[in-house]
C-alpha cells in the first residue's frame, strides 16, 4: 500500500490554469501506475489522466485536450495540470495507485473503481 496526498487546489478563474501534484509515503510512485480523478457534487468519480510505470498516458473525455500529467521522478510527484479551466471542471480531484500488472494504461483509466488506494482529495474551484 502507498499513502497518497493531493496538492495544488483552489479557486481559479474560467480560463486559468492550475497544477495538481501527488506524492507518496511509505512508497515510491515510480513503481505505480497512478491516475487523476475527479468528483463534482452530485456526479460520478470520472477519470481524467492515467500514467503507467513507463510513462504512457491516457486521457479520458473528461482530461482530453486540456490536462497533461507527468511524472517528476527526482520529487516523486505525478502533476496533472488543467489548461482553459471551465466551472464545469469545478471538482474534488483525487489521485489513486495501483499496479497495472501488465495491462495498458486504459485499464486503469477505465476500471477506476477497482483502483488499490487514493489520496483524500482536492478541492479545485473554477469561478466564472
Known amino acids: 500500500q502507498v499513502r497518497l496526498v493531493e496538492s495544488g487546489g483552489g479557486l481559479v478563474q474560467a480560463g486559468g490554469s492550475l497544477r495538481l501534484s501527488c506524492t507518496s509515503s511509505?512508497?515510491?510512485?515510480?513503481?505505480?501506475?497512478v491516475g487523476w480523478f475527479r468528483q463534482a457534487p452530485g456526479k460520478a468519480r470520472e477519470a481524467v489522466a492515467c500514467i503507467d510505470e513507463a510513462g504512457s498516458t491516457d486521457y479520458p473525455r473528461a482530461g482530453k485536450g486540456r490536462s497533461t500529467i507527468s511524472r517528476d521522478h527526482a520529487k516523486n510527484t505525478v502533476d496533472l495540470e488543467l489548461n482553459n479551466l471551465k466551472p464545469d471542471d469545478t471538482a474534488v480531484y483525487y489521485c489513486g495507485a495501483d499496479h497495472l500488472g501488465g495491462a495498458y494504461v486504459s485499464a486503469m483509466c477505465i476500471n477506476w473503481d477497482g483502483v488499490d488506494d487514493w489520496g483524500k482529495g482536492i478541492l479545485v474551484t473554477v469561478s466564472s
Open positions: 511509505g512508497d515510491t510512485l515510480d513503481t505505480y501506475a
